[in-house]
Each structure stands twice: as C-alpha cells, then as structure tokens.
C-alpha cells in the first residue's frame, strides 16, 4: 500500500473548498477508505487549528474537525532529531524540510502537495494529487 504524507494546503483545500477541492476529496477519500496510506505531521495539526480558529471562532467546530483528521491519519510526531535534521535537508524552507525529513522517517512514498516547486530539492518525490492519480 502506498503510504502518502498529505500537505497542509491539501486539506485546505479540502475543507474550504478551493479549487481542486474536488481532487483533494478523492484524495482524501483514498486514505479514509484506506487504500492508501495517509499521514500527516503533527506540525500541520497546529498550524491548520490555528487557521481554522481564525476562520470560524468556534472552537466546538474547530475541535471537531481537528478530531476527524486524526481519524483519517495517521500523525507523525516531531522530535528534536527531525528538527535538527531538517536544518541540514536540502530544503531551504523549514516547515518544508519538516515534512521531507519526516517523510523520510516513515518512509514515505510521496509528498502530496500543491506547492510541489517547495520540494524539487526533496529526497521523496513531491506530486500534486492529479499527479498522483496519473501513476
């Protein structure tokens, strides 16, 4: 099964239906019926409550939605020997080397993401869902 580190702009995506909100949702879709393999590092988690709060103002609906994800995913914990070695990665940005490091870690397939110009230095290949609906 192939195992899918799902970037934050995804689940955006996702939940305020964006453009490719639809592709997002077959994405997600996959890794709910699990026929694929989803992650997600608990970084994103934080980031995607604060935005979510920002948004709604309602922490009932925040907590909700945040409890659904962890459902669907599996969370990658972040350690000090992921931060220290997302300081070396060959990725300049560092949330973007979390994700590449922590990917590594798991041994990750691919890196779902939007921004797939933030990871052309990523040792996991990086595919926007269409992308990886083509393979």
């Not at 935005?51 to 409890?67: D, H, M, R, Y």
């Not at 994800?69 to 220290?84: A, G, N």
């Not at 949330?95 to 996991?124: G, M, P």
Request: charge should be neutral; hydrophobic fraction near 45%.
């Amino acid at each position: 099964m192939k195992k899918l580190l799902i970037d934050l702009n995804i689940i955006l995506d996702f939940l305020n239906k964006r453009n490719f909100h639809s592709e997002a949702a077959s994405l997600i879709d996959l890794c709910v019926e699990k026929k694929v393999s989803g992650f997600i590092c608990a970084h994103e988690v934080t980031t995607l409550s604060y935005f979510l709060f920002k948004e709604q103002k309602n922490k009932s609906k925040v907590i909700n939605t945040i409890s659904a994800l962890l459902d669907m995913f599996t969370l990658i914990s972040i350690d000090e020997k992921i931060l220290r070695d997302s300081l070396i990665s060959p990725i300049s940005d560092f949330e973007d080397a979390v994700i590449e490091v922590s990917s590594i870690k798991k041994n990750i397939d691919y890196i779902i993401s939007r921004n797939i110009s933030d990871f052309k230095k990523s040792r996991i290949p990086a595919l926007t869902p269409e992308q990886f609906f083509l393979l």
